[in-house]
């Protein structure tokens, strides 16, 4: 069979398909240690076509640590259509949010091999045989490939007003300051970093995309309600104060469980309710 037809078969049938270095034929040294990465593919400009898991063969003495480093170098040496994004390869930015191994986290802080096993193993270990699947943030729109669609999650994090709101013009050639205390209520929140992992891990988001603001969002909501120097506290209650919005929490913890930034969305959402509960009603 040839390669070309080997291909239309793929973007038919919407089979797996595993890419080699040099073309099909190609082998690779028994000495390298290699993992295989199971990829979700999809491109919405191919008529016809549906998703499907494409299969990537790296050596991990020719790559970094990270899952990133292997997406950039199945990129940059066997499918330049490979699509994710990517910024900082620092945890900051929150752009390679994906699922990987059936966990929501970010790529650039995801080993390829665990911490403490399997960087002295060799090619035939159990762990290493066994390839990776990495597939976008769950239950939502994908423009193409590992790259979800972030026009809803973005929406419903405009709508809390992330900025700090007074009441009277404030002085901008001088510092808004809080003291200590203060300051040190916002920790656990500020350090959020929108990559939507908790968001799109919780079921009831899952639903309830539409009405429900999520774990992100509701914990940069309190992250504003918090804040001493926001003298809008009593509207942004109030603004939450929906059976939707806030309330379709049910406390299953997935996006504690799941944040690449070990942060509580949970525990913030627990506060929201219990403010709400004690100076509104």
């Given at each position: 069979?040839?390669?070309?037809?080997?291909l239309?078969?793929?973007?038919r049938?919407a089979?797996?398909v595993?890419?080699?270095?040099?073309?099909?034929?190609?082998?690779w040294?028994?000495?390298e240690?290699?993992?295989?990465?199971?990829?979700?593919r999809?491109?919405?400009?191919?008529?016809?076509q549906?998703?499907?898991?494409?299969?990537?063969?790296?050596?991990?003495?020719e790559c970094?640590p990270?899952v990133?480093?292997?997406?950039?170098?199945?990129?940059n040496?066997?499918?330049p259509?490979?699509?994710?994004?990517?910024?900082c390869?620092?945890?900051?930015?929150?752009?390679?949010?994906m699922?990987?191994g059936?966990?929501?986290t970010?790529?650039?802080?995801?080993?390829?091999?665990?911490?403490?096993?399997?960087?002295?193993?060799t090619?035939s270990?159990?762990?290493?045989?066994?390839?990776?699947?990495?597939?976008?943030?769950?239950?939502?729109?994908?423009?193409?490939?590992l790259?979800p669609?972030m026009?809803?999650f973005?929406?419903?994090?405009?709508?809390?007003?992330?900025w700090?709101?007074?009441?009277?013009?404030?002085e901008?050639?001088?510092?808004?300051?809080?003291?200590?205390?203060?300051?040190?209520?916002?920790?656990?929140?500020?350090?959020c970093?929108l990559?939507?992992?908790?968001?799109?891990?919780?079921?009831?988001y899952w639903?309830?995309?539409?009405t429900?603001l999520?774990?992100?969002?509701?914990?940069?909501?309190?992250?504003?309600?918090?804040d001493?120097?926001d003298?809008?506290?009593?509207?942004?209650?109030?603004?939450?104060?929906?059976?939707?919005?806030?309330?379709?929490?049910?406390?299953?913890?997935?996006c504690?469980?799941?944040c690449?930034?070990?942060?509580?969305?949970?525990?913030?959402?627990?506060?929201?309710?219990k403010?709400?509960?004690?100076?509104l009603?």
């Amino acid at each position: 069979v040839s390669l070309k037809a080997m291909l239309q078969l793929v973007s038919r049938h919407a089979r797996r398909v595993c890419f080699l270095p040099g073309g099909f034929g190609a082998r690779w040294s028994s000495t390298e240690r290699l993992k295989y990465f199971q990829i979700y593919r999809y491109d919405p400009e191919v008529a016809g076509q549906k998703p499907y898991l494409a299969t990537y063969p790296v050596n991990l003495d020719e790559c970094g640590p990270m899952v990133l480093d292997a997406l950039i170098k199945i990129k940059n040496e066997q499918d330049p259509s490979l699509t994710f994004r990517r910024s900082c390869r620092e945890g900051i930015c929150g752009s390679c949010a994906m699922n990987i191994g059936g966990r929501n986290t970010l790529a650039c802080l995801c080993y390829i091999e665990p911490k403490g096993g399997g960087a002295s193993g060799t090619s035939s270990s159990s762990s290493q045989q066994k390839p990776i699947k990495i597939t976008p943030l769950p239950h939502m729109y994908v423009v193409k490939d590992l790259v979800p669609d972030m026009t809803n999650f973005y929406d419903a994090y405009k709508s809390i007003k992330p900025w700090l709101q007074t009441k009277e013009t404030q002085e901008l050639t001088a510092e808004h300051l809080q003291s200590k205390v203060d300051r040190k209520k916002l920790d656990g929140m500020y350090e959020c970093i929108l990559c939507a992992c908790c968001s799109t891990a919780c079921p009831s988001y899952w639903w309830n995309a539409d009405t429900y603001l999520g774990p992100a969002v509701l914990m940069q909501a309190y992250r504003w309600i918090q804040d001493s120097r926001d003298e809008f506290r009593k509207e942004r209650l109030d603004a939450l104060d929906d059976a939707f919005k806030l309330y379709r929490c049910h406390t299953i913890m997935n996006c504690s469980n799941t944040c690449p930034k070990h942060l509580n969305p949970g525990k913030a959402i627990a506060e929201i309710k219990k403010t709400i509960a004690n100076e509104l009603h």
